[in-house]
Each structure stands twice: as C-alpha cells, then as structure tokens.
C-alpha cells in the first residue's frame, strides 16, 4: 500500500506529526504504532506544560497541534508554576490521568483523516528512487515516500531495575529492533541515552495525614483555544512530602547495587530529571528533597511519587520508601526502573527534522535525544507539517528562536551534538520576556497563516490578532480624563496620561488594571486579548530594549550561510571546516551557536555577509 507520509510510532512526537500532516487533505497519512502501547501513552509523569513547556504547548496550540486539547480532555490538576517571578516566564502544568489522555489521543486519530495501522514495524528498508518500505509483523509491506520516526526511547532498549536487565521499551513493552537496515545508513550518537521512573505506589496504603495537599488551581487557563476557563473532567489533589537521612542514607549504602553507579548503565541520564540515587550521591549534604505524589488517574489507585526515579533493586527500593514520611506503608505496584537506549544525532538533521543524508527521512522526538513530552511534540509537529509541504513541493516551515520555544528546541537540536539528554526551560531564549505563554497566539499565527488550511483555529487567530492589535494602539493612544475608571485605591492618576504609563509601572499588576478599566469603560475585548495586552505592555520597555540588541545581532544572525562554500576557505580552519560540515548550519546565527567555532572564523564569516 503506498501512502504520501508514514508516521512510525504513536507517542506524542508520532501524534503530532499524523495530526498535522492529515490536515492537508490530498495526504494520505498513515500513522504505525505497536501494539500494546497506547496511543500518546506517558510512561514517566502524567503531567503536561510546565516551565518553558507550558509555552509550547500553547505554540502547539495555535499551530492546529493537538497536545493542549488532549491534555484539558484528560487534565485533573492545573497549577500556575513560577508565579511569584512574574508573568513574563509563567506557565501552565497539568497532572493528566493517563487513560483519559490515551482515550483522548485514540478518538482524536480515529475520528481524523489518519490512517491508524496497529502493528510493529521490523524492518525499513529504502528503494533506488528513495521510496520507503516498512515491513510490518502481522506480514504486511506498506511504501511511502516521506518516513518520520518518532519511535521515542525504543530503539535497542534495555531495561534496569537492580541486578535485573530485559530488553525493552520500557515497562511491558518490546524494543525496537530489527531496524538496522534503515540504521545502517543514520549517524547514531557514539553513546546511549537513559531515563528512568520511580515505583507507582497505591493510593491506599499512603498515609495523608503526614502529607502536604496542594489542591488544583482553578484560575489556570486550559491550553486548547475552545476550552476556555472550565474544566473538563474533575480534580484532584496532589501530595508533598521529603526525602530523609535515613532514607538517602540507606540509597547511599546500596551504591554498589545501583546499576548507574555500578557501571551497569553507561548511559547518561538527563542532568535536570535526576534519580533519587544522583541525588543521594551528587549532595551528599542534603537529606531532604521534595517528593510530590501525583494520582496517576481519575479511575486509578496508582501514584506517581515524582522525585524518586530510580533503577536501585527492588528489595532497596521497598526498604527506602520506609523512610519518606507518609510512605511508610506504601506498597509498590510497579518497581521503578531505567531505560537505556540509541540517539540519533540531531546534527544530521536540517530545520525541518529530515536527515540530510537521505530525503524524505525526517526524525523527531525523544528518538532526537530529548526528553519530555512536549519537546516530543514540538518536532512531531515540525517534522509532519514539513514533510507534508515537501510532498506538496511548497515551502518549508521553518521556527524562528527569535519569536517561538519551537524555534529555540530545533535549532539547538540542529546545531549542536547533544552529550546529555536535551530539555526545554526559558533559559535557552534569548528572548523569553517576549516567548511567553500569554502572546503564543499573536506569536504564531504568521506560521499557522502561512498553511493556508482554513480551519476553526485560523478563524481564532484573525480574530484575536485583530483585537489584539485593536486594543494595543488604543493603550497607546487613549489619554485618561476620567478617574472613575481606575480602582478606588489607585493612587496613580494623572490627568491626560496615557494608558501605556499605567501598564508599564512596576508595582501594578497589569492585567487587573486593564480589566478594571475595560469593564468600567464598557469596552469589550476577549479575557485572553486584554491579558496578552497589558503584559506585553508592562514588560513593552524591557522588551524593547532586548530587541535593540538582539536585531544588532540577528542582522546579521538571519543572514543565510552556503556552508558548503565556507568547507573551500582555507582561512578557516581544519577544525572550524570540520565543524561546519558536521553541523551544516545554514545561518550566521546558527553557525555562532557551534561549539567550538572560533571568534576569528565568526569575524572572516561575518565579513563575508556585511
Ligand atoms: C521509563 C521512562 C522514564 C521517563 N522519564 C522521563 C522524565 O523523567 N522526564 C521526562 O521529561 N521524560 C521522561 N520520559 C520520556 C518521555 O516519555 C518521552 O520524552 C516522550 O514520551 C517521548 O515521546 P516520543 O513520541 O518521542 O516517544 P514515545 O512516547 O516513547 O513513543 C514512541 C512510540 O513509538 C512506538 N514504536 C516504537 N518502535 C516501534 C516500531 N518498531 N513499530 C511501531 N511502533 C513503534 C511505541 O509503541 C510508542 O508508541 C521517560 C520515558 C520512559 C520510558
């Protein structure tokens, strides 16, 4: 059977790029997934959003993605994170019950233009006109020409928990092997990746009364545009408790047990999701660390314990959760485990996640070496919609760093070699008083527009962009007369200023202000519009300034590189060339972004493009 685009793997990369590539209806897009793991499945935290990936998810959100809509249908606790530093790196997380969620991504497939083919796929192979064929394990053959795999932490899994070592996927779930043919031809990184779990614990035998409760935040926004406010399905809380000496004490006598401390795994696990055994051993002066259990589910007793991911034996596991108050009594469901597995090198790959070497391949996700669900997403996203355009012969779609955290991921993807697994927090923008999750709508809608696909979401963006832009001006513009239109305590009014100096004052709290004098004026603007609005505002100066000194370098950063013209200059040198051929970067700004590259090639480059 010949489809224009096969997904292989349903995880979150897998589902986006299926998504995004059926919306343009002439595809025929099938997505292959294995049997026995659910579609969009999360085998680690159940939780969707969170610092700097809150904000993907809404970018994913206004692109027609499909993570914010699946994560208000399953989500059972919201809380706004970092809301003591101010709006500019606020974001939304939701704990998600697991089934729903799955349930959530099926229907959403199903009832989609997406072929959905249950099956594993054991081999791929590539014909002489660069056409692709999966053979499948129920015997069947399927043929396309675009391939993305997004086939997440599968490929030559291997599996620890203590002394015990399996192969697979993770738990309950068979590697990805048999693909060499296909791999044969793909740079891997020289070295593995590995993550882990903590044990699921049931609800039950928790003891809440040592426990802290943090209830569900009910002014969080949902992501999807057509949610709103309300919540879907009910909430629930979550608990807090920590860590203790006997508790890391007993970890740290069970070293030579631990398979990655032992030299069991050589995998390197991600520096900012540590076990509670990196813990144990890279603060040997902290015995109290957070441990926040998170209900996996609605319909489920099972508890995720997140803070105590782990590959120690089970029998050390049992003993050190008598030590963590509250979980005394805990009885384990599943043991906590680790998963070693192959890494693409995403220096290979070009801004629409397609592998140089071999066009029409694309790879996105965890398979790319990066962690976490919405990371996942976001290439899902770049790799369908670009392998879509590809079979439509247009444009590729490119992210810019400068006005999205898509943009930021794939060209830190692109330009480096990743040496430890990659994750998204606001500290890789340069730009991140502007990236923010409030404007991801004004943010996005040039890309989206860009598709021309005419669905409900490009409806929602015209509109809220205009009233955006709409209500922008007016603060600009609208000299206060009339003091009955600010709050009774607002000791601020100046006759005949305009709105902006408000807006932009430390102290104030923006949003409430705008609100109070729209509803007060009798002037009506969507909730999200206003919000957008008066942040941008307050942080308009701050932003303003970075701008200035980012264009002084994106001036030049944009300009577009022939790298392969750079490799014949011999005033660079060896080392430079040798890294420029391996990361292929195809602007100045990414060519600055390569480890390694000397000032001395930046000044002979630069001068080249001025
Ligand atoms: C044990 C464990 C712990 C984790 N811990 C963390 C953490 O602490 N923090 C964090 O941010 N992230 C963690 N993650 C990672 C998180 O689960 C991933 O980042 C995310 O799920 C990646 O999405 P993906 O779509 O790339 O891959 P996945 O969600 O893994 O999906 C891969 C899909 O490919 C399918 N597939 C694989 N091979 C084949 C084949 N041959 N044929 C057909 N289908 C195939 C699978 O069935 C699956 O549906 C963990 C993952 C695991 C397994």
Known sequence: VKFDIIVMGGGHAGLEAAWIASSFKSLRVALVSMPGVPLGSTPCNPAVGGVGKGQVVRELDALGGLMGALADKAGIQYRILNESKGYAVQSTRVQVDKDLYAQAAHQA???????????????????????????????????CHKLIVTTGTFLNGKLHTGEQVRSGGRVDAMPSAGLQELFSEVQTLGKRFKTGTPPRLRFSSLNLSELEEQPSDYRAQNFHFQHGEGRISRQVS????????????????????????????????????PSIEDKAFRYPDRHEHHVFLEPEGLNTESVYPNGLSTSLPADVQEAFLKFVPGLENAEILVHGYAVEYDVVDTSRLDSSLQYFALPGLYFAGQVNGTSGYEEAAAQGYVAGV????????????????????????????????????????????????????????????????????????????????????????LCSIYRTKNRSLFPPDFSNFVHGQVLDEYLSRGALDPVQLLEFFLSKAGVNFDQQVVKAVAISKKYGGYINRAHIELQKLSRIGEKRL???????????????????????????????????????????????LT
């Not at 083919?117 to 069947?140: E, P, T, W, Y």
């Not at 631990?258 to 520096?271: A, D, E, L, V």
């Not at 999205?404 to 991140?432: Q, W």
């Not at 790298?563 to 060519?591: A, G, V, Y």
């Open 386 to 473: 670009n392998a879509a355009l590809s079979v439509l012969e247009r444009t590729p779609l490119i992210f810019s760093r400068e006005d999205s955290y898509i943009g930021v991921l794939i060209e830190d993807l692109i330009t480096t070699t990743r040496d430890e697994p990659y994750r998204l927090f606001t500290a890789r923008s340069e730009n991140r008083l502007f990236i923010r999750e409030d404007n991801s709508y004004v943010r996005m809608a040039h890309y989206r527009q860009s598709l021309g696909l005419h669905q409900s979401i490009d409806v929602y963006l015209r509109d809220f962009t205009a009233q955006f832009h709409e209500l922008y001006s």
């Open 562 to 608: 022939q790298w392969r013209k750079l490799l014949e200059m011999h005033n660079i040198s060896f080392e430079c060339r040798q890294r420029i051929e391996q990361f292929k970067p195809e602007t100045f700004d990414q060519l600055q972004r390569i480890e390694g590259i000397r000032p001395a090639t930046l000044v002979f480059v630069s001068g080249m």
């Open 238 to 273: 979550c608990y807090l408790s920590r860590t203790t000496r006997a508790c890391l004490d007993l970890i740290r006598a069970n070293k030579d047990r631990s398979p990655m401390y032992n030299g069991q795994i050589s995998g390197i696990g991600p520096r900012y999701c």
């Open 109 to 143: 497939i199903s009832e989609s233009a997406v072929e959905l083919i249950i099956a594993k796929v054991v081999a791929v192979s590539r014909d002489d006109f660069g056409h692709f064929k999966l053979s499948l394990d129920n015997d069947s053959v399927l043929e």
